[in-house]
């Protein structure tokens, strides 16, 4: 295996990987006619583009997200049966005078929770996003209000307020968020399997109920009224911005808060979030709104132009340190402990760089014994750390060590063994001295 230079292992080594040149982190021109924008690869928790993402604005329909996220996290049976009470009239003739989409539900009628659940998110049933207030708030709207902005709260959410339930009513009454909060609020509606299994249809058959007592049209299945339909025409294959790869979630509309869209995508093996907000209110020449033409321009640059990258590899020494009493090796290779995933663009500069890596290491080593860390910078920004580990044992070698050990004593050694070889050899030329002056012996 490759070894560095001590010295340099000391400062950080980097591994560094070029790509080639194309599209940036910034969107096309033209590709974005929105006021407000996040979009989010979910895979690597990476923020791709944003724009006035902490800007409070109206959030229209998008408040039916929080909405439908505590039904859904309620607990409650969906099948439960509900009457749609009288003290909700007023209310549904408010959405009726203010020309707000509804569902066709009626004063007195009995619906179930599932019904309700997707006539608030599919055609975006203000009516229906009230009754499930209702329902949920035990006849106290206030009640559901609060439990709104608590969750939103709960979420992270810093500039939300919710006095509504669908987001008719606007800033003039405290119903606003901002595209930042509304990411939050969409993660974790798009983490809920019950709410998204109900977004990604194409329409749902209402069923017969004591007021819908006929279908409205031959070709539905038995026990079905009418059918309602998604305002999201992106999940439609006959609509000319039809995207195979959305996923949901939800669309908005009012004069005030302009033309909205959260929504998720899947391709390639990833998934994003994306949220639109104050598109422009009049619709494009083709006859769509903006936020859905905003939605497939960054999507379809996002999905050619980013790729997950799994880092460091953790089968290639990421730097090397010296070890000091080893016999076999006086250096020891680190290897990642893990990997994580990064997001990395066609132009991205990605590093990693070795950090807080000890001078030596010093036998016994352990095989895996963690020695530093790798750090992943894309484009100069740290994306993540992982630990540097050890990729062999090393043995200390007992003669390296105490070598090393006595070292600093060497000098005293080396004068004490200089003077006792000096007594020596004084007292064994004395004693030769000694024998050369004794007196010879006398014979008898």
């Not at 009470?85 to 179930?112: M, Y």
């Not at 007021?211 to 049209?217: M, Y």
């Not at 001078?359 to 352990?366: C, F, I, N, S």
Request: aromatic share 10%; glycine share 6%; with cysteine.
């Amino acid at each position: 295996m490759k070894k560095f230079l001590a010295l340099a292992l000391t400062l950080a080594a980097a591994l560094t990987w070029g790509f080639s040149a194309a599209a940036g982190w910034d969107p096309p021109e033209g590709a974005v006619n929105a006021e407000a924008v996040v979009l989010y690869n979910v895979d690597t928790g990476t923020v791709v583009y944003e724009k006035n993402s902490r800007q409070v604005r109206a959030a229209a329909s998008l408040t039916k997200m929080m909405t439908a996220l505590l039904l859904a996290e309620s607990g409650e049976d969906l099948s439960q049966a509900f009457t749609i009470p009288e003290e909700l009239r007023e209310e549904f003739d408010r959405i009726q005078a203010e020309n707000g989409s509804d569902a066709d539900l009626k004063i007195g009628e009995t619906v179930t929770l599932e019904s309700l659940l997707y006539a608030c998110l599919l055609p975006s049933g203000n009516d229906a996003a009230s009754a499930i207030a209702y329902y949920l708030g035990n006849g106290d709207m206030q009640a559901f209000f609060d439990k709104m902005n608590a969750r939103a709260t709960q979420l992270g959410c810093e500039n939300t307020s919710f006095t509504c339930a669908h987001g008719l009513y606007g800033l003039e009454y405290g119903n606003h968020s901002t595209a930042w909060d509304m990411f939050l609020i969409g993660k974790a509606f798009r983490e809920n399997d019950l709410l998204m299994e109900a977004v990604t249809q194409t329409g749902y058959w209402m069923p017969l109920t004591n007021v819908h007592t006929t279908p409205e049209s031959a070709d539905a299945p038995e026990g079905a009224a009418y059918y309602i339909t998604t305002t999201n025409v992106m999940q439609l294959p006959d609509q000319a911005l039809y995207r195979p790869y959305i996923r949901g979630i939800k669309t908005g509309f009012t004069d005030e808060a302009g033309r909205c869209f959260v929504s998720s995508a899947e391709s390639g093996g990833m998934t994003w979030l994306l949220v639109v907000m104050g598109a422009p209110v009049q619709l494009a020449q083709d006859g769509f709104n903006w936020a859905f033409h905003t939605t497939a321009g960054l999507y379809d640059w996002a999905l050619v132009n980013f790729w997950p990258v799994a880092l460091p590899n953790t089968e290639t020494p990421v730097a090397s340190v010296p070890v000091k009493w080893c016999a076999e090796a006086e250096t020891v290779d680190l290897y990642a402990a893990s990997t994580l995933t990064t997001l990395q663009c066609a132009d991205s500069q990605v590093e990693v760089v070795a950090e807080g890596l000890p001078e030596t290491l010093e036998a016994p080593v352990k095989a895996g014994q963690t020695a530093g860390r790798a750090v992943v910078y894309v484009d100069g920004e740290a994306v993540g750390t992982v630990e540097l580990v050890t990729a062999a044992a090393c043995q200390r070698s007992a003669w390296l060590y105490y070598k090393d050990r006595l070292a600093p004593f060497a000098p005293a050694f080396i004068a004490a063994a200089a003077l006792a070889a000096a007594l020596l050899l004084f007292w064994a030329a004395r004693a030769a001295g000694n024998r050369r002056k004794r007196p010879a012996s006398v014979r008898r």
